[in-house]
C-alpha cells in the first residue's frame, strides 16, 4: 500500500502525525508521509489516519 497527503489541502491540524507517527510528520505547516511503500506493520494505523483526517487529504490505496 502507498500513502500520500495532498499538501497543498492539508490545514496542518497534526492528527495524522499523533495517530500515525511511524508514516506522517509534520514539515513546517503541513504534514507529509515518509515514505511512499508502506510496510504491512503500518497499513492499519496510516488508514486510520486517513479516515481521521478532517480535510481528507490523505490518500491510502
Ligand atoms: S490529519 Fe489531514 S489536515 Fe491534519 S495534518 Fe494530517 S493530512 Fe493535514
Redesign the pocket.
Known amino acids: 500500500m502507498r500513502a500520500s497527503?495532498d499538501e497543498a489541502?492539508?490545514?496542518?491540524?497534526?492528527?495524522?502525525?499523533d495517530v500515525c507517527p511511524g508514516v506522517?510528520v509534520?514539515d513546517g505547516d503541513?504534514?507529509r508521509a515518509k515514505m511512499s511503500e508502506l510496510p504491512e506493520t503500518l497499513e492499519g494505523c496510516a488508514e486510520d489516519?486517513a479516515d481521521?483526517?478532517?480535510?481528507?487529504?490523505?490518500t491510502v490505496e
Open positions: 497527503v489541502a492539508c490545514t496542518g491540524c497534526g492528527l495524522c502525525t506522517f509534520m503541513v504534514a489516519a481521521g483526517c478532517p480535510s481528507e487529504v490523505i
